[in-house]
């Protein structure tokens, strides 16, 4: 039974056309007919593959957030990116905790041999390449050396000044200012952010070289002759020479002299910077205890 007109079941353009065809085309049927010609055609639709959505699809409802990481990933992560801070900061807790370590550290000059051990991988780890830097840089080395050698002790005058108790500790403040780079430290931090290390090294070598000048006169001249302190001259000079000089030439003449070494420490400098902090690490136990297991050298050096 047929229950609509067969006329309805006609496509629409095939009603448009019959219509067209059954009157005389006017101006306007002719426009409509150019406009509706000169439409781009819609193009087809295509269907996406949903295989790879699918895959990220998981028991949170689709959302295709990352499984969380495990904890012990994620600690060891953050130790890694932080080991010289942790190491630091464990190895002061460690001699404020138990003072006597401390002190047996300093008895066996464990502070010595580690920063002998520094400065040995720090001559392994520096590229001829890293010189020709370090020379470039000369305006970063000047001001390294003046902010060093001159502006920080003129700080010291004006810290005599504070009224505070006790004086000895004012006395060791101003002191400070007075002194030059640590050996031990400034090298191993520059590696580990990727600086200039070469530039952190002259700077390290030339600025207690010249300290061994400048700290008397900063010395007498801020703090004055009535404080009490007296710099063993040539004590300084060996140390400097036997605990910086000496392991610098061996670390950088055994990577000259061996290729294959220069290769090792090139594709394990990630471990070496490790071993570098672990030893300024030692170097802050031992520091961390209390002045009367420590000498006026040991202070000026380490």
């Known amino acids: 039974m047929i229950t609509h007109h067969p006329s309805l079941l006609r496509p629409p353009i095939l009603t448009r056309r019959v219509g067209v065809l059954g009157r005389r085309p006017t101006l306007h ?8 010609s000169a439409r781009p055609s819609t193009p087809p639709l295509r269907l996406r593959p949903v295989r790879a959505a699918a895959s990220r699809v998981g ?10 990481r495990a904890l012990g990933a994620a600690l060891l992560d953050f130790a890694s990116s932080n080991f010289l801070p942790l190491a630091l900061v464990s190895g002061v807790i460690l001699g404020l905790l138990d003072p006597n370590l401390g002190c047996l ?26 010189l020709g830097a370090a020379l470039e840089a000369w305006p970063a080395g000047l001001y390294g050396l003046a902010s060093i050698l001159l502006f920080t002790p003129f700080l010291a005058q004006f810290i005599m000044q504070l009224q505070l108790f006790p004086r000895e500790f004012i006395t060791g403040l ?20 990727g600086g200039n290390s070469a530039l952190a090294l002259a700077i390290t070598v030339v600025s207690n070289l010249l300290g061994i000048i400048f700290v008397p006169l900063c010395l007498a001249m801020y703090i004055g002759a009535g404080a009490g ?4 001259t040539e004590q300084l000079f060996r140390s400097l020479v036997t605990r910086l000089l000496i392991p610098l030439i061996i670390g950088k003449v055994a990577r000259e002299a061996s290729k294959g070494i220069a290769d090792f420490v ?10 570098s902090a672990v030893l300024l690490s030692l170097a802050s136990t031992s520091c961390s205890v209390s002045f009367q297991c420590h000498d006026v050298a040991d202070l000026v050096t380490s």
Do not use: W
């Not at 464990?110 to 590229?127: A, C, P, Q």
């Open 29 to 36: 049927s002719l426009l409509s007919a150019t406009v509706a």
């Open 59 to 68: 028991g949170d409802g689709g959302k295709g957030a990352a499984p969380p």
């Open 105 to 130: 550290a300093h008895k066996y000059s464990l502070s010595k041999y580690s920063t002998f051990g520094i400065f040995v991988i720090s001559g392994l780890t520096l590229r001829t390449k890293e």
């Open 174 to 193: 101003a002191m400070f200012c007075c002194m030059p780079t640590t050996l031990s430290s400034g090298v191993t931090l520059t590696q580990l952010v």
């Open 229 to 232: 302190v007296s710099l063993p």
């Open 266 to 275: 090139d594709g394990n400098r990630q471990g070496f910077s490790v071993a």
